[in-house]
């Protein structure tokens, strides 16, 4: 599947079916995270693989109650480090993650993007130094659901050509 194809297909998915990553397939996906790319390639970013059911449930509270945390097979949490790159770590942070998302859907997983978490709850429970921003929590697991994609807006309502407002006739 090529990389179009890829993000045509990614869905948000939070229902998960049993059972566990693979470290191939695990490997694979963080690779895709490390060679992201970040500005001045300070890399800023780090990441905690949460696999223990244990915590994956202790989650759910500081997400929200978003109860769908512990049926993953992982979270994988993205830390900014603001120290490192306090300008860029977010954003480098962010791209790193969404490597991730693009190749757990090559892989054949689902995942979703966590935004809704106390930020304090998940650095307390995942021993987090205060250095780091957590950015997002990206779920990934086998998915127990196929949703359809969702409405987007037409190319001419998000794109100007050359100045805002001209807009773009694809």
């Not at 790319?37 to 989650?59: C, I, M, T, W, Y």
């Not at 995942?126 to 950015?135: A, E, G, H, S, T």
Request: aromatic share 8%.
């Amino acid at each position: 599947m090529g990389v179009y194809d890829v993000i045509l297909s990614r869905r948000s998915i939070r229902s998960y079916a049993p059972g566990t990553i693979s470290q191939e397939d695990l490997n694979k996906i963080l690779e895709a995270a490390r060679w992201a790319p970040s500005a001045g390639n300070r890399q800023p970013r780090h990441f905690v693989v949460v696999l223990d059911d244990k915590l994956k449930s202790e989650l759910v509270p500081a997400c929200r109650h978003q109860s769908f945390i512990k049926d993953a097979a992982c979270v994988i949490v993205g830390l900014a480090d603001m120290e490192l790159s306090p300008k860029w770590a977010i954003v480098d942070t962010t791209i790193a993650l969404e490597h991730i998302v693009l190749e757990a859907t090559e892989l054949g997983y689902g995942s979703c993007w966590i935004g809704a978490f106390d930020e304090s709850k998940v650095k307390e429970l995942l021993n987090i130094p205060d250095k780091y921003k957590v950015v997002a929590l990206i779920t990934i697991g086998k998915p127990a659901e196929s949703p359809g994609p969702r409405p987007r807006k037409a190319l001419n309502e998000i794109v100007s050509l050359n100045t805002y407002g001209n807009l773009w006739q694809p």
